[in-house]
């Protein structure tokens, strides 16, 4: 029931990839947020627990961006459906795990979900494809507002919402940007990136957070301080740190065309064969795969469209929705080879990649000097 | 030693011997079979003798372990050992640990970002209409009528903002 209606709608994330930046894949805000008077999850009694998921649960449904979405406790999910929730980014590994008492709200289109008994008694968070902090940062704003409405948070007038880790306190908000960076880390220069900005307060992890490696090169980049600053200060920084990694990925994929093609179309090429007729592929390997192909799309040699076939297949690619599509839960020798099928299927019709020197078309790919200027 | 040891834990004959040094100071701990391998010896990269020794009750440093949150029990000690704090009031009872924690990891010490501005008024209603309903009984037990009847005036106006305030939200 809850997995039909994840898998029918549209999802901002699969669907919306654009050219308009090749390098940012989507944007994330996340607030933290806790009621006034209850102790947090962590230390909560488990009867404090149940009423605070009382409470919110019906509140958040009853928002008018949550109509028609998707309202559940985690205990009532099964093992796949959550493992399918947080490869959608819809719920944390830790609210997977730590079902007793907790909860998750979902929008329809799923750019909106709201985490109840996570670290904090509220995770608030809007995630959207594309390099978008305005109307990422409106939408949660506006769900903040609508829940305030309802909820008395805790808040002090010094340091801002009060959370269970004083990491969060202030804001309570954590931005990010998922990047795909495969040209830094081809020419080995993604771990001085990382030391770089580390020293500016930002943070550098893997596509599912903490701990989590960083296959198919795609980078969670987050601001680490919450208090201090308002949040359109915190996004200004974190941007204009971003604004920087965008423009080194552009070089960097400058130079790989200028020093070596031949390489860089080899390990193009080889992927675009291997995904169309392998038949054993682990998921690090798709996403490998995947990401070279998404780095073709940005150079042209492939068709635009392939764009969200690629999106999709990081996602598609992940062990729990390699188990929804093979319709049944099965070990991981059986899902190298369901993924190695569903991939060949996949790019059956992908065109063969085109080899040529875009001498022109590499300017062509340096994002527009205001990549948020979008049409809303 | 004639005897043989016996489990630190629950007093089976001990099997499992473990030294660690932890600031230059040497930690000895005798375990049983069952026990070391509950407590996940058998991979030592995972632990830590420390934990094993550290009983609540037995704290070296009672002065920390001794501040409590009257709101909702937890202990600095609880703090320092999970980085989470147990409620809202914790951030003023430890105050004198978190404070400086806060300056080290954020860019600075307060708060300028969103502020829950119909919450706070809501709660600054509520408060201010607590403070009126108790000032107009003890108005009306000490018989000072004229105060009684203001009061009752400023109650009236309050709710009527109220609920002004809450229709147009």
């Known amino acids: 029931m809850l997995i039909k209606s994840i898998f029918g709608g549209k999802s901002e994330m699969t669907e919306a990839g654009s050219k308009k930046c090749p390098v940012v894949l989507m944007t994330r805000i996340r607030l933290a947020r806790n009621l006034a008077d209850v102790p947090f999850p962590g230390w909560a009694k488990e009867a404090r627990r149940k009423e605070v998921l009382e409470t919110c649960l019906p509140s958040v449904a009853s928002l008018g961006q949550m109509k028609r979405g998707i309202s559940a406790e985690i205990e009532s999910l099964s093992d796949l459906e959550r493992q399918i929730l947080v490869e959608r980014h819809l719920i944390s590994r830790e609210l997977s795990t730590h079902a007793e008492a907790a909860g998750v709200v979902i929008s329809k289109d799923q750019s909106i979900s709201v985490m109840i008994n996570e670290e904090d008694h509220l995770r608030i968070q809007v995630i959207k494809s594309g390099y978008r902090f305005k109307s990422v940062w409106n939408a949660a704003d506006a769900i903040d507002t609508a829940l305030e409405e309802q909820l008395d948070f805790a808040f002090s007038q010094k340091i801002g919402y009060l959370t269970a880790c004083p990491t969060n306190v ?207 | ?115 829950p501005q119909r919450a706070l008024e809501r709660r600054t209603f509520i408060d201010r209409l607590g403070t009126l309903e108790s000032g107009l009984q003890d108005a009306i037990s000490s018989e000072r009528y004229e105060d009684a009847a203001r009061m009752r005036d400023e109650i009236i106006e309050l709710k009527k903002a109220m609920e002004a305030a809450a229709a147009e939200a």
């Open chain 2, 1 to 115: 030693m004639a005897k043989p040891l016996k489990c630190d834990v629950c007093s089976q004959p001990a099997t499992v011997h473990l030294t660690q040094i932890i600031n230059n100071q040497i930690h000895k701990i005798d375990l049983c079979e069952n026990c070391a391998e509950q407590k996940g010896i058998t991979d030592p990269s995972g632990y830590s003798l420390a934990d094993l020794l550290v009983k609540p009750e037995s704290e070296s440093a009672p002065e920390v372990a001794a501040l409590s949150c009257p709101e909702c029990g937890c202990t600095q000690r609880e703090f320092k050992k999970t980085g989470r704090l147990g409620c809202a009031k914790c951030y003023e009872v430890f105050s004198s640990v978190v404070s400086p924690a806060l300056l080290n990891m954020h860019r600075g010490d307060s708060h300028r970002g969103k502020v």
């Open chain 1, 170 to 376: 202030g804001t309570g908000m954590r931005a990010s940007t998922m990047m795909h960076l495969p040209a830094l880390v081809i020419s080995s220069q993604m771990e001085k990136v990382v030391r770089a900005v580390n020293q500016l307060g930002i943070a550098v992890r893997g596509l599912f957070g903490e701990g989590s490696d960083a296959s198919g090169s795609i980078f969670q980049i987050s601001n680490q301080t919450t208090l201090g600053e308002s949040e359109e200060e915190i996004v200004k920084r974190l941007s204009s740190v971003l604004r920087t990694i965008i423009d080194q990925e552009m070089n960097a994929r400058e130079k790989i065309l200028e020093k070596d093609p031949n390489k860089l179309y080899d390990k193009i090429g080889r992927a675009y064969g291997i995904l169309q007729n392998s038949h054993l592929l682990t998921s690090s390997e798709c996403m490998n795969l995947a990401s070279l192909v998404r780095f073709g799309v940005d150079l042209e040699m492939f068709p635009e469209k392939t764009r969200n076939i690629v999106d999709r297949m990081f996602i598609e690619c992940q062990p729990g929705h390699v188990q929804y599509h093979a319709g049944d839960e099965i070990d991981s020798s059986a899902r190298d080879a369901f993924r190695a099928q569903y991939m060949r299927k996949q790019f059956e019709n992908v065109d063969r990649p085109i080899f040529q020197l875009h001498e022109t078309s590499t300017e062509d790919d340096t994002p527009k000097q205001e990549p948020e200027q979008e049409a809303e």
